[in-house]
């Protein structure tokens, strides 16, 4: 061990995008370099742990192929997006799942998502897709000697000298200040969904909505990352979900649970408060919804889209923000609709269905809707869910200044890092995105510690 280039990678967040990390890192690194993931809250999983719709991967036997994915990510974008992260993402997408997959994680279930033009999404039938993995790959960090976790770990700043990252200086648990130096670190931090404040500076439209984010989304590996050189991009761009549940019992509340994705990947509709559809489930919805009463609308799932959705769906009716009702007169009075308003517009939906198109322009059709069986109906309103924006990174995930350079010893995957989805997010590229460049942070910030290493080495020998 050398003074200068300590045997040691330091991870900041312990969600998909740091897990992803830090196993890579420690698989790379050999046995005698440490990998330190430092966690901020009790327990590890952040974000990741509440992901529901998804993650995407190449679908050849779909029809797919990496350019249609391409272009469906760039679209989203809306311009943004920087097109040498999107092939990264879409070229390593079946390896990603592929590795997934390895670890135990059954990924069977395939979706077509809104902005996607082709079943690409895998989900998960044995439960919420995001819980899936993180439980399967937390278990496996656990039993790794070369990774340590610290949870109840704020890091504070990044200690860093002449032009690289150094380390970090982090408040542990009991209050004291601690320093831990280190050759290279990952920033895993997530984004800034939760933080009032920053989303008041960058984007005040959204500032006023409630969240699907955990209180712990408050981007601070933002400013870690700026100190230390980093350039910031795209803090403007925060995603509005068009979907996430009102509970009848805290209507008010400004933190919600998602209606995930896959709600309309299987078939769900979206109406209004007087039954009537308004726009195509599958195309962007957030601002369609927000013109409706109250910003809100009813999401209703039929009986077979409600089995294609799986056992998940009864978590969501445990918690009362998805009721049953026998036939979609009943589900018509539940919401305070006309029944032949309501039943009018699923017939009509359904005579659509057989024909390929409707009025809004809708040409896939995952499901129809029987009016004489059960149907689940819930309360809906659009929610800060992501923001897009965030530490500019290369394709290997270093962190990039504003010339476009590396700064030294530092990385970036996940939310916390920006320029891959651009104006919009499409959906179950999130999870992708923390695998792939989790994965390549991992690795790359390994590599980085072994030519310092090997550097020093040879100086010693000279």
Same mark, same amino acid.
């Given at each position: 061990m050398t003074a200068q280039h300590p045997r040691r990678i330091v991870v900041v967040g312990s969600g998909l995008a740091g897990t992803a990390a830090a196993l890579a890192a420690a698989e790379s690194a050999g046995p005698d370099v440490e990998v330190v993931v430092l966690e901020k809250e009790a327990r590890a999983g952040g974000n990741s742990m509440k992901a529901s719709s998804g993650i995407n991967a190449l679908t050849p036997d779909q029809g797919d192929a990496a350019e249609a994915f391409r272009e469906d990510t760039l679209r989203s974008g809306g311009g943004l997006s920087a097109p040498e992260l999107v092939d990264t993402l879409v070229g390593d997408s079946q390896e990603a799942v592929g590795w997934l997959e390895s670890q135990g994680i059954e990924l069977s279930g395939r979706v077509q998502l809104g902005g996607h033009t082709r079943k690409r999404t895998r989900t998960s039938t044995r439960g919420p897709v995001g819980f899936s993995i993180m439980r399967a790959l937390l278990e496996r960090q656990a039993g790794d000697s070369r990774v340590r976790v610290v949870t109840g770990a704020k890091v504070e700043s990044l200690l860093h000298q002449d032009g690289r990252v150094e380390g970090v200086a982090y408040v542990a648990d009991d209050g004291s200040q601690q320093r831990l130096e280190a050759s290279a670190v990952v920033l895993a931090t997530g984004g800034f969904g939760a933080s009032g404040e920053l989303l008041r500076k960058y984007a005040p439209q959204a500032a006023e909505l409630p969240t699907t984010n955990g209180a712990w989304a408050q981007g601070e590996g933002l400013a870690l990352a700026q100190a230390a050189g980093a350039s910031l991009l795209h803090l403007d761009r925060?995603?509005? *979900?068009? &979907?996430? %549940?009102? #509970?009848?019992? #805290?209507?008010?509340?400004? &933190?919600? %649970? /998602?209606?995930?994705?896959? /709600?309309?990947? $299987? @078939?769900?509709? /979206?109406?209004?408060? !007087?039954?009537?559809? %308004?726009?195509?489930? +599958? &195309? &962007?919805? #957030?601002? =369609?919804? /927000?013109?409706?009463?109250?910003?809100? =609308?009813f999401l209703l799932l039929g009986s077979d889209a409600a089995q294609q959705f799986g056992p998940a769906l009864g978590f969501y009716v445990s918690k009362s923000l998805f009721t049953r009702h026998d036939s979609l007169a009943a589900a018509a009075e539940h919401m305070g609709a006309a029944p032949e308003v309501l039943v009018a517009e699923v017939e009509a939906y359904n005579a659509a269905a057989a024909e390929g198109r409707d009025a809004h322009g809708k040409t896939v059709f995952p499901t129809t809707i029987d009016p004489q069986a059960a149907v689940h109906v819930a309360r809906i309103t659009p $929610?800060? *869910?992501?923001?897009?924006? @965030?530490?500019?990174?290369?394709? !290997?995930?270093?962190? +990039? #200044?504003?010339?476009? $350079?590396?700064?030294?010893? +530092? %990385?970036?995957? @996940? !939310? $916390?890092?920006?320029g891959l989805h651009g104006a919009n997010r499409l959906g179950g590229n999130s999870l992708l995105e923390c695998v792939v460049f989790g994965r390549r942070a991992g690795r790359n910030a390994a590599a980085f510690v072994r030519d310092l290493l090997r550097e020093a080495a040879g100086s010693y020998a000279s």
């Open positions: 925060v995603q509005v *979900h068009p &979907t996430g %549940f009102v #509970d009848p019992a #805290d209507p008010a509340s400004g &933190t919600k %649970f /998602l209606a995930p994705e896959k /709600l309309r990947g $299987v @078939g769900g509709i /979206l109406v209004s408060p !007087e039954g009537r559809r %308004f726009v195509d489930e +599958l &195309t &962007t919805r #957030d601002k =369609a919804i /927000l013109q409706q009463p109250h910003r809100q =609308a $929610v800060v *869910h992501y923001t897009m924006g @965030g530490v500019a990174i290369s394709r !290997e995930a270093q962190a +990039l #200044d504003a010339s476009g $350079v590396p700064v030294p010893g +530092l %990385f970036a995957a @996940g !939310e $916390v890092a920006g």
